[in-house]
């Protein structure tokens, strides 16, 4: 007679007997019973018990952690290319795109602030997000008349400054594509300019879930 043992790091309850047999598949039955081999149909359930042990533990453990992936948030702005803004071919300056960068950047902290940019000063307590470098590369002339659409977004935030990138659009192709690396800065007790750490809520603001 088959006799009655517990699994190794298995329950009390789940012991090996005749009514075992039916926890394992029918392939094994077969050769369990052909071989007449008792130690053959332990090692069978301690492996299915033991596989459906991590597996249950596995999927308790993805159920139990917090979703930590977020999305930047990207802002978009459209713009009219003026006369202006031109040389006498009627393409826009090089220099008038650090310009857009420029615009995009202010328009975008005050909309997802929630803030005036006028008052940006006064409620973090800063004398500005000051310009320390730029880049941009130049794809397809924008002209008089065209309608530029820009997207931009936080590359990156450090602990006083961040990175701003700006994709510009004509008709669907890409453009110019641009860089800002900027400064949250304040003033020292000594009245010297310096960075500030970014608040977390400002961070936070330019994530989404």
Avoid at 2 to 20: D, Y
Avoid at 111 to 127: A, C, E, N, W
Avoid at 129 to 149: S, Y
Avoid at 185 to 193: L, M, N, P, T, V
Wanted: hydrophobic share 40%; aromatic share 12%.
């Amino acid at each position: 007679m088959m006799g009655t043992r517990p699994l190794p790091g298995g329950p009390s309850s789940l012991r090996l007997n005749r009514n075992a047999l039916a926890f394992l598949p029918s392939y094994q039955f077969v050769e369990c019973r052909r071989a007449g081999c008792l130690q053959a149909v332990y090692r069978a359930l301690v492996r299915r018990y033991q596989s459906a042990a991590i597996k249950k533990a596995t999927e308790q453990q993805s159920s139990a952690m917090p979703h930590l992936v977020h999305h930047k948030l990207v802002h978009h702005k459209r713009l009219r290319i003026e006369w202006g803004h031109c040389d006498p071919a009627g393409i826009v300056f090089n220099s008038r795109f650090f310009e857009y960068f420029d615009w995009s950047t202010w328009e975008m902290f005050e909309s997802v602030l929630g803030v005036p940019r006028q008052d940006l000063f006064t409620t973090y307590d800063i004398i500005g997000v000051p310009l320390v470098d730029a880049q941009a590369r130049f794809h397809v002339p924008v002209k008089f008349g065209d309608f530029l659409d820009v997207a931009s977004e936080i590359g990156e935030f450090r602990r006083s400054s961040f990175d701003v990138t700006h994709r510009m659009t004509l008709a669907g192709e890409l453009a110019v594509e641009g860089r800002e690396t900027r400064v949250w800065a304040g003033r020292d007790a000594e009245g010297r300019i310096r960075g500030k750490p970014i608040p977390d809520e400002v961070i936070g603001r330019f994530r989404i879930a």
